[in-house]
């Protein structure tokens, strides 16, 4: 199957400082990718949808000016945590899905666990 | 809107007995389903999908998984477990609209299994 990469893998943070995740699709051109948030023995929450050179579309509740995302090539969308606190902490997870509509399946990366202190 | 509920947190079985997780879900007309499993600190791994046809879907590493309308369910199976098999298990639905509709999952269910 097609493969989607996450950098970095965790991350640790000082609380205010902002923390850039970078999901890349390697061998498909993502025209969709998607944003999850995973807490400790709970279920993926979708944060945000983007296109390729497109605004991000973001569930109700989440901050779009704390979650920066931006999809800016087929193969590469980034979310950065603005001023990250503490309650940021979690298990950052980017999913990809190619052309092909609804019934393709999406890609998901590794994921990433931030750490803010 | 589109929901997916997997009543069991956590299913318990033996090495070598059949092992049934379950899902049902809630969406506007056809599904697209899937099943993923996750394993400690990684991504989430795909293991099958029902899009249409037949309603028995087979599966990596010896999964299935069948499709039942009447019942909105998709429960995942397998006819022997393995040790290898204790991970974290999602359903997840999709609805059959053009766009962009995400994946939507279930909370998920611990599978464990017992040597």
């Known amino acids: 199957g097609a493969v989607v990469s996450q950098h970095p893998s965790w991350v640790i943070c000082k609380s205010g400082t902002s923390v850039k995740i970078e999901c890349r699709s390697l061998?498909?051109?993502?025209?969709?990718m998607f944003w999850y948030r995973q807490f400790p023995k709970q279920s993926l929450m979708l944060m945000a949808t983007?296109?390729?050179?497109?605004?991000?579309?973001?569930e109700q509740g989440v901050e779009k000016d704390k979650f920066l995302i931006n999809h800016a090539s087929l193969t590469l969308s980034t979310l950065t945590v603005t001023s990250a606190h503490p309650e940021d902490s979690s298990f950052y997870i980017c999913?990809?899905?190619?052309?092909?509509?609804?019934?393709?399946?999406?890609?998901f990366g590794p994921g990433t666990r931030l750490t803010v202190l | 809107a589109q929901s997916v509920a997997q009543p069991e947190d956590q299913v318990n079985v033996a090495e070598g007995n059949p092992l049934t997780v379950k899902c049902t879900y809630s969406v506007s007309g056809n599904p697209y389903l899937f099943w993923y499993v996750q394993y400690p600190n990684r991504g989430l791994q795909f293991l099958l999908k029902y899009i249409t046809g037949d309603n028995l879907v087979k599966g990596s590493y010896g999964f299935e998984a069948e499709f039942n309308k009447s019942q909105t369910s998709f429960h995942l199976k397998k006819p022997s477990a393995l040790v290898s098999d204790s991970a974290l298990y999602f359903c997840?639905?999709?609805?059959?609209?053009?766009?962009?509709?995400?994946?939507?999952f279930g909370k998920g269910t611990r599978l464990s299994v017992i040597a």
């Open positions: 061998d498909f051109q993502a025209t969709t």
């Open positions: 983007s296109n390729e050179g497109s605004k991000a579309t973001y």
């Open positions: 997840a639905v999709r609805a059959r609209i053009s766009g962009n509709t995400p994946l939507v």
């Open positions: 999913s990809a899905r190619g052309r092909g509509g609804a019934s393709n399946e999406q890609f």
